[in-house]
């Protein structure tokens, strides 16, 4: 876990932590892309904001801790294990992989595969 990459995934989590809808995309270059578990692609911020406020939403807290890493400082797939927590208090335990490509320091694509039926 000591790639470029899963260092700025781990910085990432971080902020998807926060909530920070603000510092979440600052992670991610104007025309990122990014494929959800049911192959819906969102392109740019303004799509890829949706996603983020919708979860934050449903689950203003969480936790992630990552796991393993495979791949090289560009591209990369990392596993992740969450915990989400609903305004209710009731727990989601949640674990998943993503697989993440890099320029500089910004997301260019990420693709996330969890279980959506754990919803």
């Not at 909530?19 to 049911?38: C, N, V």
């Not at 192959?39 to 801790?65: C, K, M, N, W």
């Not at 209710?88 to 320029?103: C, E, P, Q, W």
Request: aromatic fraction near 10%.
């Amino acid at each position: 876990m000591n790639n470029k990459l899963t260092k700025l995934a781990r910085k990432y989590w971080t902020a998807e932590e926060s909530r920070d809808i603000k510092a979440i995309l600052s992670f991610f270059s104007k025309d990122a892309e990014m494929t959800l578990p049911d192959g819906v692609v969102l392109v740019g911020h303004d799509q890829i904001r949706t996603f983020y406020e919708g979860s934050a939403a449903a689950y203003p807290g969480l936790s992630v801790d990552v796991m393993r890493s495979y791949g090289d400082k560009h591209e990369a797939c990392v596993e992740w294990k969450a915990k989400l927590t609903a305004p209710d208090g009731r727990v989601l335990d949640l674990s998943g992989a993503n697989i993440m490509k890099r320029k500089r320091n910004k997301f260019t694509h990420l693709t996330a595969y969890f279980n959506l039926g754990a919803f």
